[in-house]
RNA sequence: AGGGUCAACUGGGCAGUCGCCGCCUAAUUUUUAUUAAGCGAUUAGUUUAUUAAGCUAUUCGUUUUUUAAAUUUUUGGGGGGAGGAAAGUCCGGACUUUAAAGAGUAGAGUGCCAGGUAACGCCUGGGCAGUGUAAACUGACGGCAAGUGCAACAGAAAGUAAACCGCCUUUCAAAAAAUAAACUUCGGUUUAGCGUUUGAUCGGUAAGGGUGAAAGGGUGCGGUAAGAGCGCACCGCACUGGUGGUAACAUUCAGUGGCAAGGUAAACCCCACUCAAAGCAAGACCAAAUAGGGUUCCGUGUAGCGUUAGUGUUUACAUUAUCGACUACUGAGGUGUUACUCGCAUUGGAACCGGGUAGGUCGCUUGAGCCAUAGAGUGAUUUAUGGCCUAGACGAAUGACUGUUCACGACAGGAUCCGGCUUAUAGGUUGACCCUCAUU
């Protein structure tokens, strides 16, 4: 219990909020809510951990500089690492689609925080 | 002062809060092994007061404890954390696996010379050619005098050169005037030619015109029917020798040759030299579950099948015994069904070995390393001494927010590691050199 509690307080993103393999991707893939945006997609399925995972899908087809992939990763994970005890027992997979590259900086912050937004009111 | 060339460096700073990935350290937790002790159970022996209890030994489980280890958990502290191109993946190496005595062919690459280097298609110095007033920059820069091929259009001709116009000669025809000779009525007439002009024609001719990116040295004089390196002078070119240079190459040196051979090898090709292939998803190690392979051991019974041995007849059968997890059934035993019993369901079991999937560990960062000083060298580079350790992730870390400051921040993110090349790049700093202007 204490973990937990230290978990909804804290604002960390340790290693068991990710998905790490393709097991655990493959498992919100077989079965999950989609939200759309003109920038991303986002896959959630609930899990029984008690805890959120989030992984990124970012192709390379789509963003090609290795630049701009970590700048959205990194964009994310931040937004999910602040919000973590908003998203409960959920596993979220962002996949980016190719309006992507075309898109700004700021464009791409909008983008995620509506999405996410979206995602909020849908749990509640 | 302005403009330019080359080279080197830099690639926002500071503070706070939250966060990510290794490392060191202190504690904490877990697991494993180990030491000792307690409790419970099993088996054996033994004693007594014998349906029981005690003692000794053995094996197993469990709890506590000692020590040690770990790729365990969590927390605190300390310290580190992308680039000049990390990029393109275009060359060259290290490393790994496979192959491999050596040689040749094919194929690929390189191509002025010398040096540097682990190596290179890289770098340095030099030569030659081209561009620029210059500093400098650019160059696949061996061979077309081995062979084969290619070239639109134009042009007569595009290659052991070629005759369209033009120029000249021969021959033929025509023309008119002049000239010469003969005759003459002195007005002329006739005849003639290696003369002139025009046309045709046999030839000569590369001076001139015209075509083209390119037409077989240039200028002048001589020469000739006209011309022509046909001859000569000067310039240029080629070759031989000398001289300088390690060499490429140079040559205001000497001689020889009239001068012959167009371009294209990033066309085939020839010559010289170099090259085994695939790549860290290389590769090495550990290795769960499930299925499958091998070896050994283990059985309640029946039947079949086979092994071995005996007996009978006979040369293939019968019979008896024996062994066999080879096959079928059975289900003693095992497993499951909450603890026990029954029942039910299901099924051969155990140990070891080898391969090996998921997963994990290593490879993985100490290296042709960086910095300083001194020596060698024009330089690339190299030698010596001293000092330093500077990312190591793996669904993949350097970020976010706030404040402040300035010149307001470009291109852009490691993935085995080095040496290069190429391409992208806001702005800033430094040095050397060149040109122009001004001043002294």
């Known amino acids: 219990m204490q973990k937990t ?5 804290n604002e960390s993103f340790p ?4 998905l790490l393999n393709a097991k655990q991707y493959s498992r919100v893939f077989e079965k999950a809510n ?4 003109k920038a991303f997609t986002l896959l959630v399925r609930k899990n029984d951990l008690g805890h959120a995972r989030l992984g990124l899908v970012i192709a390379k087809k789509n963003v090609k500089q290795a630049n701009q992939r970590n700048y959205i990763k990194r964009q994310v ?3 999910f690492r602040l919000h973590i005890q908003t998203f409960r027992s959920y596993d979220l997979v962002l996949l980016t689609r190719r309006d992507v590259a075309s898109l700004t900086k700021t464009d791409i912050i909008a983008y995620r925080n509506k999405l996410f937004e979206r995602f909020e009111k849908q749990i509640g």
């Open 15 to 18: 290693r068991d909020n990710r």
């Open 77 to 79: 994970r931040e937004y």
């Open 34 to 37: 989609k939200i759309h945006n």
């Open 5 to 9: 509690d230290w978990r909804l307080t």
